[in-house]
């Protein structure tokens, strides 16, 4: 497993020792979990971060002066790297960034203006990978996106942000007077980082942008895959709802047989965790939200995993997004019935929302398993850890961080000893939650 701790800066190794002071869960006292991650000043904001990363650069603030005045300085000092490298940026959006009145979104334009700001300040592919991924909170190089592959190209080969617009616009020349070879072969995001690593000429990488044309622009394919293997094996199938329904029907449930008992065991893992939980069978326990709910849907998938309706928006004047007190980072995307059936429409539709979807899968799956083999599940952080990190960089995802709310929610609940119980009792806390955390 990774060391998290190894190449931690200041502020992510602050990060790591207060999670591993913090052990609220003794006495399933979830208001202070929440107190604590609904604190925006116990996570860096994308001001507080740019700031701590131009001091880093050459940038030498002075004490004593007002806010306005920081921010101008700051505002000021990457403006003038924007001119020396000839790379147009408005100074009204990096003065946005540092008055904490913008975190740039994860749409294209918003991503070429922190490439951008990578190319200004001279970083190379690992300081730019850190910057991504511990600043921005987002993936660092698309590479099935022709500009961010010429982007990756660029930066590794220490090229500047003209030769890559440059290059940009010789690789669209070369792709709209060249027809399509009409390939049905699919080139993954590992395999372009693979054949393209080495390559330190526009030729190469043009000529390999033309042999592929076709591969690229059909992004999250791995992640795609992932989704749909992990559904597969959590969501209940029309198979399995069939199979309970005759169990309903018949009361079979009340003597099940050898045969039925192996039936189970293959269903869908939510399937099996309601029969445990006696959400299926059992009069006594089955809600009325639960009482007709098919099995096999996303809706009652969720239930289980959350353990309760509210989360995936059940009540009309409820909405997750806006009601729960969270930040709003963890609660952007947050997979919901709605996001995942968008997902499941179209994996492109959002890369934060599929990201947050595969870890809740990954985590719930995970979980399950371990159960099954120990009564304590929370023995497992670092397989855990090493398990998650994998799938994410599989998928051209960025590792589990312990400076991104979402994943410190993930990272806090796998330490504990009970980790789908410790999960599903801050959710449904900060879901009924009427103390105003001014979040």
């Given at each position: 497993?990774?060391?998290?701790?190894?190449?931690?800066?200041?502020?992510?190794?602050?990060?790591?020792?207060?999670?591993?002071?913090?052990?609220?869960?003794?006495?399933e006292n979830y208001n202070d979990v929440l107190k604590f991650l609904n604190q925006a000043e116990n996570f860096r904001t994308f001001n507080d971060g740019l700031t701590e990363f131009i001091k880093k650069h050459g940038y030498v603030e002075e004490d004593g002066l007002n806010e306005k005045t920081y921010i101008k300085k700051r505002t000021d000092f990457l403006y003038d790297k924007f001119k020396e490298q000839n790379i147009s940026i408005s100074k009204a959006t990096l003065e946005n960034y540092f008055s904490g009145e913008t975190r740039p979104d994860t749409k294209k334009a918003n991503r070429t203006n922190v490439f951008k700001l990578c190319f200004a300040m001279g970083l190379n592919l690992e300081e730019t990978n850190d910057f991504f991924t511990k600043i921005y909170l987002d993936r660092t190089f698309n590479v099935k996106n022709i500009h961010e592959l010429v982007y990756y190209f660029c930066i590794k080969n220490n090229k500047s942000y003209t030769d890559a617009t440059d290059l940009i616009e010789k690789v669209e020349e070369l792709l709209n007077n060249n027809s399509s070879k009409n390939t049905d072969s699919q080139v993954y995001t590992s395999s372009i980082r693979e054949e393209t690593d080495f390559f330190t000429t526009e030729e190469e990488l043009m000529r390999y942008i033309e042999n592929n044309k076709d591969s690229?622009?059909?992004?999250?394919?791995?992640?795609?895959?992932?989704?749909?293997?992990?559904?597969?094996?959590?969501?209940?199938?029309?198979?399995?709802?069939?199979?309970?329904?005759?169990?309903?029907?018949?009361?079979?449930?009340?003597?099940?047989t050898s045969e039925d008992e192996q039936h189970l065991k293959h269903c869908g893992l939510v399937i099996q965790d309601a029969i445990k939980q006696n959400i299926i069978f059992d009069t006594d326990t089955i809600s009325e939200y639960t009482a007709n709910k098919d099995v096999s849907s996303i809706?009652?998938?969720?239930?289980?995993?959350?353990?309760?309706?509210?989360?995936?928006?059940i009540e009309r004047t409820y909405s997750f997004a806006n009601n729960a007190h969270l930040l709003k980072l963890i609660k952007t995307n947050f997979p919901?019935?709605?996001?995942?059936?968008?997902?499941?429409?179209?994996?492109l539709f959002s890369f934060e929302a599929l990201r947050k979807a595969i870890i809740l899968l990954v985590f719930y799956e995970f979980c399950f398993d371990a159960q099954q083999y120990c009564e304590s599940d929370g023995k497992y952080f670092d397989e855990f850890i090493e398990q998650m990190d994998d799938i994410l960089t599989s998928c051209g995802m960025g590792p589990l961080y312990i400076g991104n709310p979402y994943d410190w929610l993930f990272l806090f609940c796998i330490k504990s000893d009970q980790p789908l119980n410790t999960f599903r009792g801050i959710i449904d806390e900060a879901c009924i939650l009427e103390e105003n955390f001014n979040i």
């Amino acid at each position: 497993m990774r060391d998290m701790y190894e190449d931690a800066g200041e502020f992510t190794t602050n990060m790591l020792n207060k999670f591993w002071d913090i052990n609220y869960e003794d006495s399933e006292n979830y208001n202070d979990v929440l107190k604590f991650l609904n604190q925006a000043e116990n996570f860096r904001t994308f001001n507080d971060g740019l700031t701590e990363f131009i001091k880093k650069h050459g940038y030498v603030e002075e004490d004593g002066l007002n806010e306005k005045t920081y921010i101008k300085k700051r505002t000021d000092f990457l403006y003038d790297k924007f001119k020396e490298q000839n790379i147009s940026i408005s100074k009204a959006t990096l003065e946005n960034y540092f008055s904490g009145e913008t975190r740039p979104d994860t749409k294209k334009a918003n991503r070429t203006n922190v490439f951008k700001l990578c190319f200004a300040m001279g970083l190379n592919l690992e300081e730019t990978n850190d910057f991504f991924t511990k600043i921005y909170l987002d993936r660092t190089f698309n590479v099935k996106n022709i500009h961010e592959l010429v982007y990756y190209f660029c930066i590794k080969n220490n090229k500047s942000y003209t030769d890559a617009t440059d290059l940009i616009e010789k690789v669209e020349e070369l792709l709209n007077n060249n027809s399509s070879k009409n390939t049905d072969s699919q080139v993954y995001t590992s395999s372009i980082r693979e054949e393209t690593d080495f390559f330190t000429t526009e030729e190469e990488l043009m000529r390999y942008i033309e042999n592929n044309k076709d591969s690229f622009n059909r992004y999250n394919v791995t992640a795609a895959e992932q989704f749909n293997k992990l559904l597969t094996r959590i969501q209940g199938s029309k198979e399995d709802r069939d199979f309970i329904n005759k169990l309903k029907k018949g009361k079979r449930y009340k003597n099940i047989t050898s045969e039925d008992e192996q039936h189970l065991k293959h269903c869908g893992l939510v399937i099996q965790d309601a029969i445990k939980q006696n959400i299926i069978f059992d009069t006594d326990t089955i809600s009325e939200y639960t009482a007709n709910k098919d099995v096999s849907s996303i809706d009652f998938m969720l239930f289980v995993i959350y353990n309760s309706p509210l989360p995936i928006g059940i009540e009309r004047t409820y909405s997750f997004a806006n009601n729960a007190h969270l930040l709003k980072l963890i609660k952007t995307n947050f997979p919901s019935k709605h996001i995942f059936s968008k997902i499941k429409k179209d994996p492109l539709f959002s890369f934060e929302a599929l990201r947050k979807a595969i870890i809740l899968l990954v985590f719930y799956e995970f979980c399950f398993d371990a159960q099954q083999y120990c009564e304590s599940d929370g023995k497992y952080f670092d397989e855990f850890i090493e398990q998650m990190d994998d799938i994410l960089t599989s998928c051209g995802m960025g590792p589990l961080y312990i400076g991104n709310p979402y994943d410190w929610l993930f990272l806090f609940c796998i330490k504990s000893d009970q980790p789908l119980n410790t999960f599903r009792g801050i959710i449904d806390e900060a879901c009924i939650l009427e103390e105003n955390f001014n979040i």
